[in-house]
């Protein structure tokens, strides 16, 4: 993840938090608000067996019949196998940025509403901070409209 944002030409701001396996929990312990968390909602394709991952703002919630139709196929719950295997993270660290395989991605427009926003660094603990474009642009994933 931090190669990932070095490559990039952006410096790592990595914060170490008490756990913030949520967003509120993160939020709470940066001091920042809830929809500045950019959480990483990762689910899995029903015909391709492939992770596809939504970065969304950390008080919405993804609207499954919309990323469904933007994603090409029914969606169904990810298990910690397969996010494991397909983005390199653990559940509750799943960074948006420097996964291992190439996963397809959508980013939550809502985000760039903020100067900053926060999302997981790779660990349950860890927690980084970036312009929402150069989260969106270093993501690869595309801006879309999906949250319910």
């Known amino acids: 993840m931090r190669a990932t944002l070095e ?3 952006t410096p ?3 914060v170490e938090t008490a756990l913030a396996r949520t967003a509120a929990d993160a939020a709470t312990a940066i001091g920042c608000a809830v929809d500045q968390i950019a959480k990483s909602i990762v689910l899995r394709g029903e015909m391709s067996g492939e992770a596809v991952v939504f970065i969304t703002s950390g008080s919405r919630q993804v609207d499954l019949d919309v ?3 933007l994603a090409g196929e029914p969606l169904g ?3 910690a196998a397969l996010i494991r295997a397909q983005t390199g993270f653990a559940i509750g660290g799943v960074s948006p940025v420097g996964h291992v395989s190439e996963t397809r991605k959508w980013f939550d427009k809502t985000l760039l509403d903020f100067d900053i926003i926060w999302a997981a660094a790779g660990t349950p603990h860890h927690v980084f901070g970036l312009d929402p474009a150069e989260m969106l642009q270093i993501s690869g994933a595309q801006q879309a409209d999906f949250i319910k």
């Open 7 to 9: 490559a990039a030409g």
């Open 12 to 14: 790592a701001r990595i």
């Open 67 to 69: 990323a469904a139709k």
């Open 77 to 79: 719950k990810a298990d």
